[in-house]
């Protein structure tokens, strides 16, 4: 049982490029969602998804594209990088149904350097 | 709307002496409170959670964390700290009405030997 898996676990992009975060669960998990993790901000909460087909805003939405056309996926696309988006990225997932204070399993992040 | 503070940026401690990190939290319903700890260059991992009618949580590692409605805390606590304890804690609040979670800034623990 892998949990879930962030791709890559680095990479650097050049100021205008884009490029996707993978994010993949083996939980049957209906609830995923994005953070970025910035010093002394915490985490933020980019996007997320309540299930496939189905995703929805965060805080910091802008800049960043999300689609849920599976349970297991849940891509983060960087329309164009900016320096701003320098970051550690955190996807995480929740099972969503039954019990409702179940706690979110997390990746090992995504460090991302736009220069 | 939720919220979640942990006011202390670092919290210095003694190998062998209790310790306590601080969390306020703030909701419109019910909360669901939780714990996390981060190594570093590594993800979030589960402590403890808050479950309605424990006011004490006993959670992985020895932790445990006191609930308190009437200050809207949620600090968490270990009897005796290590020097493996020194980590990045981050406190987190979900409203029972939404389906986010909210983490607040993250308090860094350092345990001195």
């Known amino acids: 049982n892998a949990g879930v898996t962030q791709t890559p676990k680095f990479q650097v992009l050049k100021t205008g490029q884009s490029m996707t975060l993978q994010c993949a669960q083996d939980?049957?998990?209906?609830?995923m969602s994005w953070y970025r993790q910035d010093p002394g901000m915490g985490l933020r909460l980019i996007h997320y998804s309540v299930g496939a087909g189905i995703t929805d805003q965060g805080e910091v939405p802008n800049g960043y594209n999300v689609s849920r056309s599976t349970t297991e996926d849940f891509p983060l696309r960087l329309l164009s990088a900016a320096p701003s988006q320098t970051s550690v990225y955190f996807c995480?997932?929740?099972?969503?149904?039954?019990?409702?204070?179940?706690?979110?399993?997390f990746g090992q992040g995504t460090r991302l350097t736009v220069v | 709307a939720q919220s979640v503070a942990q006011p202390e940026d670092q919290v210095n401690v003694a190998e062998g002496n209790p310790l306590t990190v601080k969390c306020t939290y703030s909701v419109s319903g019910n909360p669901y409170l939780f714990w996390y700890v981060q190594y570093p260059n590594r993800g979030l991992q589960f402590l403890l959670k808050?479950?309605?009618?424990?006011?004490l949580v006993k959670g992985s590692y020895g932790f445990e964390a006191e609930f308190n409605k009437s200050q809207t805390s949620f600090h968490l606590k270990k009897p005796s700290a290590l020097v493996s304890d020194s980590a990045l804690y981050f406190c987190a609040v979900r409203d029972e009405g939404y389906s986010t979670l909210t983490f607040g800034k993250g308090t860094m623990l350092l345990v001195s030997p």
């Open positions: 995480a997932s929740k099972r969503e149904s039954g019990a409702r204070n179940t706690e979110a399993f």
């Open positions: 808050y479950i309605t009618g424990d006011n």
């Open positions: 939980m049957n998990h209906e609830y």
